[in-house]
């Protein structure tokens, strides 16, 4: 299938562990670019190829894949991250760019 | 550094046209691929269009293709989205994103809104 499946929701107490999950085909292939975009931003690119953080990105962002499952993992979770997370990944061809359906994640 | 700045969007009755802008600052415009993605309220990213460095190629989404498109003046370091035929469902903040070095997608601009209502 062409499609990027996430959780709709998650929910983390402050200062624990989150693992945010993207499923689809297309992930057996290539790696997963994460975002997080909070309310009335722009999305911000977090972790893109097997597990890179662009500069800024605190650590306690981190990517996997297995399978045809990506995994954003935030140790530690900060009120900060409060915010909506997509998953990126391209299809194959250079006709069409998949974006998951996003995981609006919660800090308590 | 890297800057994006999008302009254009606004209010529009269907079937009109509108055409969006990203003024691209503090990279080699040139060199690089760029996309457009949008965002209706409340929803997720949906990818629209994406041009090549040299606008040799141009690829859509289904749901935009035959109606919209895109366009870049590398001499005025700026990317073009012509929107025609704009229905209620085109509804959308719009943004214009880089295609990086081995990085689909990794600076956006702020974005503009298209409210497509009579």
Redesign the interface.
């Known amino acids: 299938s062409s499609e990027l499946t996430q959780d709709p929701a998650v929910s983390v107490a402050l200062g624990q562990t989150v693992r945010i999950t993207c499923q689809g085909d297309s992930l057996r292939n290539y790696y997963a670019n994460w975002y997080q975009q909070k309310p009335g931003q722009a999305p911000v690119l977090v972790i893109y190829a097997k597990d890179i953080r662009p500069s800024g990105i605190p650590d306690r962002f981190s990517g996997s894949r297995s399978g045809n499952t990506a995994s954003l993992t935030i140790t530690g979770a900060q009120a900060e991250d409060e915010a909506d997370y997509y998953c990126y990944s391209r299809d194959g061809t250079d006709k069409n760019y998949l974006f998951g359906t996003g995981t609006k994640v919660t800090v308590l | 550094q890297v800057q994006l700045v999008e302009s254009g969007g606004g209010v529009v009755q269907p079937g009109k046209s509108l055409r969006l802008s990203c003024a691209a600052s503090g990279f080699s415009f040139r060199s690089h691929g760029m996309?457009w993605?949008r965002q209706a309220p409340g929803k997720?990213?949906?990818?629209v269009a994406?041009i090549w460095y040299d606008g040799s190629?141009k690829?859509y989404?289904d749901s935009v293709k035959g109606r919209f498109t895109i366009s870049r003046d590398n001499s005025e370091n700026t990317l073009y989205l012509q929107m025609n035929s704009l229905r209620a469902e085109d509804t959308a903040v719009y943004?214009c994103s880089r295609w990086g070095a081995?990085?689909?997608?990794?600076?956006?601009?702020?974005?503009t809104l298209v409210t497509v209502s009579s």
């Open positions: 996309h993605v997720g990213l949906e990818w994406v190629k690829y989404a943004y081995d990085i689909d997608f990794d600076y956006w601009g702020q974005g």
